[in-house]
Nanobody
Framework: VRLVESGGGLVQAGGSLRLSCVAS????????MAWYRQAPGNQREMVAV???????NYVESVKGRFTISRDNAKATVYLQMSSLKSEDTAMYYCNTFPAPKADWGQGTQVTVSS
């Protein structure tokens, strides 16, 4: 399974971005998928989770600002990010949750300037 993330970029604080993660190969639509992020010097952390039925959960720091969604027909998971803060600056990745079942993709860099 190959995961390809895209949509990152440089944005001012308060701005928005929409990330996409396309899965190629065999990955079940029933898998719970997650967006993770890793800032320099920090461990990778889960940011948002969506299960096969569309149920979602978020880390406290992004609740009300980020929205995870999925389009199973397109094997794509999205992360809509709004009201971005400088502390959201990180490399963003997607993978299954809780245990990553696929090789990590190259990620997509999100940089928020204050």
């Amino acid at each position: 399974v190959r995961l390809v993330e895209s949509g990152g970029g440089l944005v001012q604080a308060g701005g928005s971005l929409r990330l996409s993660c396309v899965a190629s190969g065999s990955i079940s639509n029933l898998y719970t998928m997650a967006w993770y992020r890793q800032a320099p010097g920090n461990q990778r952390e889960m940011v948002a989770v969506i299960n096969g039925g569309g149920g979602t959960n978020y880390v406290e720091s992004v609740k009300g600002r980020f929205t995870i969604s999925r389009d199973n027909a397109k094997a794509t998971v999205y992360l809509q990010m709004s009201s971005l803060k400088s502390e959201d600056t990180a490399m963003y990745y997607c993978n299954t949750f809780p245990a990553p079942k696929a090789d990590w993709g190259q990620g997509t860099q999100v940089t928020v300037s204050s």
